[in-house]
């Protein structure tokens, strides 16, 4: 519940008249004068996505948090500001940037460029400052006002300060007999409702003649600090020094006392209006309180805070390197850990230690799926300078690792080899050089090059001088297998790499190789052994928090028993490697329950979101979804376009038994435009899979088409596909009419669907309802068409339709 916002009537409607002129409202005014809570009232009428700014300090900063607060994010190679301006576009929500610093984060550009590419997007800023834009509207907060000397003692200066007395325990005041004070106090604030507050709970605590007459928030917040016991006035000045809000554990470890301590002592404060309390148990301050606490902060305090972050880190980092799971107690107070990490790296003193932490965290937060803090932690970390050459080598690997599933799966290579470079200073150049080219292996596997997988994997395996990586790495080789459908390799390096004892940082190899070994199965048509392996490894994998790998082996599990209840996760907080997976089985789920328009936009948006981050078998599957959706939808000309391309991925990547798919796709549309050719595409398919004895199934098992004796030899070469074997199949399938080349050509057909509606004007938020897909797959659509089309906006695209109608 919302406190009163006493004596601003006039403001609210001046606010009020604003929004509906204006699409962008700058609230300003002093520190203390309620512009915060003067737009919460407001805004408590509309949908509104507020943003806490106080503490962002670089644009970036401020659209990221607009996007999360949003719940839209940029897909790979996409920019933030253009993310943004999707985000908000046609959507009827009040963005309210909180305390932003303008004049900082020179967001007033950018805020005016998203509101020009837009149609209705609407921004509230409350600032100390105006940004000065065109299209900013401004509404000025000042002081309540304070009733003068021969004025009688009412009005909202007056309500408030006695509503604060009263709340904060004080002696009941009497406006006739202590006039004298009341005025004395009331002036000395200048009617800001915050210095207001701070002087009633001073009254309160020592009375109406022993407070002081402050005339600054700085005074106010002096004051305060003098009246308070050591130890909270230590607490105070501490907890200015921390942008973040913080839970009582490092709360103690801050003001090296107990638990129980640090809550009384936080208590007091809150009771004070110097900390508020958040429903989630965290502590924070106002900005114009934490500003004044910080100044009064003493080098020692400084120290203190440094030491007792970093004392906390240490403490709650997992032991060893490769622990963590996705439920450390930790990850609660993760801004407390970046800032402990980050501070301790840019002190050379310190920068050991913080290397370490941020090395033991990372398993936690790859197993929470949570890249881009671990990208934001290991680049900040590595951006400091050089540390132990060891650790060094592992953050950069690590952050490597993150990078490339926060922007796409190549994106980390640059960070590899930097990890390269801080290996041939370590103890044992080998040990790091053998570990890199195992995650460089998992690149390649997830882009779909498993030849360079593969060699990186066996490189791997040949420099590692004691061991340790070759699990990971005979892992990969696994993978690769499967993927290839060398079945009885994949099983004898499976079993190579799971040994009869796992040790807890080898938990998820394990259940990632029981997953392998469940695949295996279900291409060879062991069902029943398919569906009891992975749903083994889903209940282990949920007992042990190992969430990532849990969740894609639950991803295959759906796809096998229908009854089987999946786990609620947020898809746009999944890193790419693993959302894309989940969303393509969305899309299936939604197939098998007919409706196949929608499945076909959730294909196509995980075949652009596959492409542009570069994880080659997403997009393959991806693609055996859209094309199956589309011969449902009767598109048969674009089911076999997706087919094709899909085919042309499979021989580049040489993975046969999808190529046996997409031939089995492809045979099941010729046989419905009466080809002869669709039993020789059967035969090809069943070519692929004999020699690897593996079965139709899923979309495969849908097509029956009796093969062929043989499939034409020119399209095979041994027990794969010729090199020529698309081609060929193109020419047999291709149409005979030619229509007229359009610059829209390039467009998938969900991307045309898109920019049809468009050139008609609908907003992203009216095309998903149209299409029955969510307004972030209809972004995703537009993200796409401009890289394509080389345009950013609209208009320029709505034109480009028009013109190749």
């Known amino acids: 519940m919302l406190s009163p916002c006493l004596g601003r009537d006039d403001v609210q409607r001046a606010l009020h008249e604003a929004l509906e002129e204006s699409r962008w409202v700058t609230v300003v005014g002093p520190p203390g004068s309620g512009k915060t809570l003067l737009v919460r009232h407001v805004a408590a009428t509309a949908a509104a996505s507020w943003v806490d700014a106080r503490n962002l300090r670089t644009i970036d900063d401020v659209l990221v948090a607009a996007l999360e607060s949003l719940d839209a994010e940029t897909a790979p190679g996409d920019s933030l500001a253009g993310?943004?301006?999707?985000?908000?576009?046609?959507?009827?929500?009040?963005?309210?940037?909180?305390?932003?610093?303008?004049?900082?984060?020179?967001?007033?550009?950018?805020?005016?460029?998203?509101?020009?590419?837009?149609?209705?997007?609407?921004?509230?800023?409350?600032?100390?400052?105006?940004?000065g834009q065109r299209a900013e509207s401004v509404v000025r907060v000042g002081p309540l006002p304070v009733p003068s000397h021969r004025a009688p003692l009412e009005g909202p200066a007056v309500e408030i300060f006695l509503r604060r007395i009263r709340a904060a325990g004080g002696q009941p005041v009497?406006?006739?007999?202590?006039?004298?004070?009341?005025?004395?106090?009331?002036?000395?604030?200048?009617?800001?409702?915050?210095?207001?507050?701070?002087?009633?709970?001073?009254?309160?605590?020592?009375?109406?003649?022993?407070?002081?007459?402050?005339?600054?928030?700085?005074?106010?917040v002096d004051s305060a600090h003098d009246l308070l016991d050591e130890a909270s006035a230590t607490a105070l000045r501490r907890i200015g020094l921390l942008d973040f809000q913080v839970g009582l554990g490092v709360l103690a470890q801050v003001l090296d006392v107990t638990v129980r301590e640090a809550a009384d002592v936080a208590g007091n404060l809150v009771r004070r209006s110097l900390?508020?309390?958040?429903?989630?148990?965290?502590?924070?301050?106002?900005?114009?309180?934490?500003?004044?606490?910080?100044?009064?902060?003493?080098?020692?305090?400084?120290?203190?805070?440094?030491?007792?972050?970093?004392?906390?880190?240490?403490?709650?980092?997992?032991?060893?390197?490769?622990?963590?799971?996705?439920?450390?107690?930790?990850l609660n107070d993760l801004p407390a850990m970046r800032h402990a990490v980050l501070t301790a790296c840019a002190d050379p003193a310190t920068r050991a230690e913080g290397y370490s932490v941020a090395n033991r965290i990372f398993s936690s937060l790859y197993t929470s799926m949570r890249a881009r803090e671990a990208v934001e932690i290991l680049e900040g970390a590595l951006a400091s300078g050089d540390g132990p050459a060891a650790i060094g080598a592992q953050i950069a690997r690590r952050a490597g690792i993150?990078?490339?599933?926060?922007?796409?799966?190549?994106?980390?290579?640059?960070?590899?080899?930097?990890?390269?470079?801080?290996?041939?200073?370590?103890?044992?150049?080998?040990?790091?050089?053998?570990?890199?080219?195992?995650?460089?292996?998992?690149?390649?596997?997830?882009?779909?090059?498993?030849?360079?997988?593969?060699?990186?994997?066996?490189?791997?395996?040949?420099?590692?001088?004691?061991?340790?990586?070759t699990r990971q790495a005979t892992r990969t080789l696994a993978d690769v297998y499967t993927s290839q459908g060398r079945f009885a390799e994949a099983?004898?390096?499976?079993?190579?790499?799971?040994?009869?004892?796992?040790?807890?940082?080898?938990?998820?190899?394990?259940?990632?190789?029981?997953?392998?070994?469940?695949?295996?199965?279900?291409?060879?048509?062991?069902?029943?052994?398919?569906?009891?392996?992975?749903?083994?490894?889903?209940?282990?994998?949920?007992?042990?928090?190992?969430?990532?790998?849990?969740?894609l082996a639950e991803t295959l599990l759906r796809n096998l028993d229908p009854t089987w209840v999946a786990t609620d996760v947020v898809r746009e907080t999944l890193p790419w490697a693993v959302r894309l997976p989940v969303l393509a089985q969305d899309g299936r789920d939604l197939l098998v329950r007919g409706d196949a328009r929608r499945a076909a936009g959730l294909a196509a948006d995980v075949v652009a979101l596959a492409d542009s981050a570069r994880l080659g078998r997403d997009g393959v599957d991806a693609r055996l979804l859209l094309g199956r959706a589309l011969v449902d939808l009767g598109d048969l000309d674009q089911a076999t376009t997706t087919y094709l391309t899909a085919l042309d991925h499979c021989r580049t990547m040489r993975l046969p038994l999808r190529a046996a798919d997409v031939l089995d796709g492809l045979a099941g549309v010729a046989r419905v435009r009466d080809l002869p050719e669709s039993r020789e595409l059967a035969a090809a398919a069943f070519a692929l899979r004999t020699p690897r004895k593996a079965v139709r199934w899923g979309y495969s098992a849908d097509y029956d088409v009796v093969p062929a004796g043989r499939a034409p030899q020119e399209w095979l070469d041994g027990d794969?596909?010729?090199?020529?074997?698309?081609?060929?199949?193109?020419?047999?399938?291709?149409?005979?009419?030619s229509a007229r080349p359009s610059v829209l050509d390039a467009l998938t057909a969900a991307e045309r669907q898109v920019a049809e509606r468009v050139a008609h004007g609908l907003t992203s938020r009216q095309i998903a309802e149209e299409l029955y897909v969510s307004p972030r797959t209809v972004d995703a659509h537009l993200t796409h068409i401009y890289r394509k089309l080389d345009i950013n906006t609209r208009a320029r695209l709505a034109a480009l339709v028009v013109d190749n109608r």
């Open 83 to 131: 993310a943004l301006g999707r985000a908000v576009d046609g959507r009827a929500c009040l963005l309210v940037l909180d305390g932003l610093d303008l004049d900082t984060t020179d967001a007033g550009p950018v805020l005016q460029s998203v509101l020009e590419a837009t149609n209705d997007a609407r921004v509230v800023v409350t600032a100390l400052t105006t940004a």
């Open 174 to 220: 009497d406006l006739a007999e202590q006039a004298h004070e009341v005025r004395r106090l009331l002036r000395a604030t200048g009617g800001l409702p915050l210095l207001i507050e701070q002087v009633a709970v001073q009254s309160a605590l020592v009375g109406l003649s022993n407070a002081m007459s402050a005339v600054s928030l700085d005074q106010a």
């Open 275 to 330: 900390l508020e309390l958040d429903p989630q148990g965290h502590f924070d301050m106002l900005s114009p309180i934490r500003g004044r606490a910080r100044a009064l902060a003493t080098p020692e305090d400084e120290a203190a805070v440094r030491a007792g972050l970093l004392a906390w880190a240490q403490a709650h980092a997992p032991t060893h390197d490769n622990y963590g799971a996705a439920d450390a107690e930790w």
């Open 402 to 469: 993150a990078a490339s599933e926060m922007r796409g799966t190549y994106e980390g290579l640059w960070l590899l080899s930097r990890s390269d470079e801080h290996a041939s200073a370590a103890p044992i150049p080998e040990e790091q050089l053998s570990k890199t080219a195992s995650i460089r292996a998992e690149m390649h596997l997830d882009a779909g090059d498993l030849a360079s997988a593969e060699a990186e994997a066996r490189r791997a395996i040949d420099l590692d001088p004691d061991g340790s990586i």
């Open 491 to 551: 099983t004898e390096a499976a079993a190579a790499a799971m040994p009869a004892r796992t040790t807890g940082d080898e938990r998820w190899i394990d259940l990632s190789l029981r997953t392998l070994l469940a695949r295996i199965a279900l291409e060879q048509g062991r069902i029943a052994e398919a569906v009891a392996a992975t749903r083994a490894v889903v209940v282990e994998a949920r007992e042990l928090a190992e969430d990532r790998v849990g969740l």
């Open 720 to 737: 794969d596909l010729s090199a020529d074997a698309v081609s060929l199949i193109t020419a047999v399938l291709s149409r005979t009419a």
